[in-house]
């Protein structure tokens, strides 16, 4: 069994894996819709901004191996870390639960990952401009794709509509996480690597709230409940999504994307 790496946990990498662990932990969690989809049509949709958040994941994770400096390549840092030194939000580690929760989990981090690119187009490292150069034109796609979706479904039948309401109200607790910035991001920002997290949170709701509006759904309040993803602190159902992820790697050690 392979061990797990040791990871240099300067600021810089760690911001870098908050945006690269919320994007390869949410494909894992879409590419559990391979082959179950409702349609053939959104079963390659899903599979396909699934491998974009791979690409976008592969991408950070080369980069802030480089800026860790101990030789870590992108697979060494996506399957060989322990549970704590994952930076993901925890909404992504949730269970992939129904389409309705599928595709209103995307739309909201794809607002949020979009919102985050276009600041980090303009950041003075060249390397993570580059990267958020191409990403952002991706994420665009899928908070559109994932948008229509929950207006087509917040608005449709009874059925559909009291699903995605349950979704909202599940999904709406790990909001406050993504805007809860910290010296990480501070860091960052001061150095002009790229924005505090809470920066973004107003555009984000302004960008939800014509979602959910033109799906006549009513944006909940927010929740004393605070979730640590991006500390490192996970929920229950990491250990099991790293579990799946980390086997093959862990097994045979050595294997390449």
Same mark, same amino acid.
């Given at each position: 069994?392979?061990?797990?790496?040791?990871?240099?946990?300067?600021?810089?990498?760690?911001?870098?894996?908050?945006?690269?662990?919320?994007?390869?932990?949410?494909?894992?969690?879409?590419?559990?819709?391979?082959?179950?989809?409702?349609?053939?049509?959104? #079963?390659?949709?899903? *599979?396909? %901004? $699934?491998?974009?958040? @791979?690409?976008? &994941? /592969?991408?950070?994770?080369? !980069?802030? =191996?480089?800026?860790?400096?101990?030789?870590?390549?992108?697979?060494?840092?996506?399957?060989?870390?322990?549970?704590?030194?994952?930076?993901?939000?925890?909404?992504?580690?949730?269970?992939?639960?129904?389409?309705?929760?599928?595709?209103?989990?995307?739309?909201?981090?794809?607002?949020?990952?979009?919102?985050?690119?276009?600041?980090?187009?303009?950041?003075? #490292?060249?390397?993570? *401009?580059? %990267? $958020?150069?191409?990403? @952002?034109?991706? &994420? /665009?796609?899928?908070?559109? !794709?994932? =948008?229509?979706?929950?207006?087509?479904?917040?608005?449709?039948?009874?059925?559909?509509?009291?699903?995605?309401?349950?979704?909202?109200?599940?999904?709406?607790?790990?909001?406050?996480?993504?805007?809860?910035?910290?010296?990480?991001?501070?860091?960052?920002?001061?150095?002009?690597?790229?924005?505090?997290?809470?920066?973004?949170?107003?555009?984000?709701?302004?960008?939800?709230?014509?979602?959910?509006? $033109?799906?006549?759904?009513?944006?909940?309040?927010?929740?004393?409940?605070?979730?640590? =993803?991006?500390?490192?602190?996970?929920?229950?159902?990491?250990?099991?999504?790293?579990?799946?992820?980390?086997?093959?790697?862990?097994?045979?050690?050595?294997?390449?994307?």
């Amino acid at each position: 069994m392979q061990a797990s790496i040791e990871l240099n946990r300067t600021p810089a990498v760690q911001y870098l894996l908050r945006i690269a662990d919320t994007s390869l932990v949410l494909a894992q969690r879409l590419g559990e819709w391979c082959g179950h989809a409702p349609v053939l049509e959104e #079963d390659i949709a899903m *599979a396909n %901004i $699934a491998l974009d958040l @791979v690409g976008q &994941a /592969r991408a950070l994770l080369t !980069h802030a =191996g480089t800026l860790e400096g101990r030789g870590h390549d992108e697979d060494q840092l996506a399957y060989l870390r322990d549970e704590r030194d994952y930076f993901n939000l925890t909404l992504v580690e949730l269970p992939r639960g129904d389409f309705a929760f599928t595709v209103l989990r995307n739309t909201m981090v794809a607002t949020l990952l979009k919102l985050l690119w276009q600041r980090l187009a303009a950041s003075n #490292d060249a390397e993570v *401009a580059a %990267i $958020a150069a191409k990403a @952002v034109k991706e &994420a /665009r796609y899928h908070q559109q !794709h994932s =948008g229509d979706w929950v207006v087509r479904l917040g608005d449709g039948t009874e059925e559909s509509r009291r699903r995605t309401e349950r979704a909202l109200a599940q999904l709406w607790l790990y909001v406050p996480e993504l805007f809860e910035s910290d010296a990480v991001e501070a860091e960052a920002s001061a150095n002009g690597l790229g924005p505090a997290w809470s920066e973004l949170r107003a555009p984000w709701l302004a960008e939800m709230q014509q979602v959910l509006d $033109a799906a006549d759904l009513a944006m909940p309040k927010e929740a004393a409940f605070r979730s640590t =993803g991006k500390q490192g602190v996970h929920s229950e159902h990491m250990g099991y999504i790293l579990a799946e992820m980390q086997h093959l790697q862990r097994t045979y050690p050595g294997g390449v994307w």
